[in-house]
């Protein structure tokens, strides 16, 4: 079973929005799963706002994945590290947003 500490393939981007003058930082961790196209992470920084986590669960995440991503997802509503969340779970069609 998948911990929060294995293995994540990560991906940096910047995005510029020039109509809003506006750079995005983002970081994008796939969770490198054996049973299903794994759990993805999104943290999303701009200039002008505070980072941001997006969670998806995939359409046929396994066991796993979900509830790696319900835990990650609860455990940032706690901390409130982030201003934002948003949570997609493609499996259940259970979808939620914290802080909007
Ligand atoms: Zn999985």
Avoid at 9 to 15: E, G, L, S
Avoid at 48 to 53: D, F, R, V
Wanted: proline share 3%; charged share 30%.
């Amino acid at each position: 079973m998948p911990q929060d500490s294995g293995d994540w393939f990560v991906r940096h981007k910047n995005i510029y929005y020039d109509t809003d003058d506006i750079t995005e930082a983002q970081t994008e961790e796939l969770f490198l799963c054996g049973s299903c196209r794994g759990l993805l992470k999104v943290v999303s920084r701009t200039t002008k706002n505070p980072a941001c986590l997006g969670i998806e669960i995939p359409l046929h995440a396994c066991d796993a994945c979900r509830s790696l991503g319900y835990s990650i997802y609860e455990e940032a509503q706690v901390k409130e590290g982030y201003r934002f969340a948003q949570f997609i779970n493609r499996r259940d069609k259970e979808y939620s947003r914290h802080g909007f």
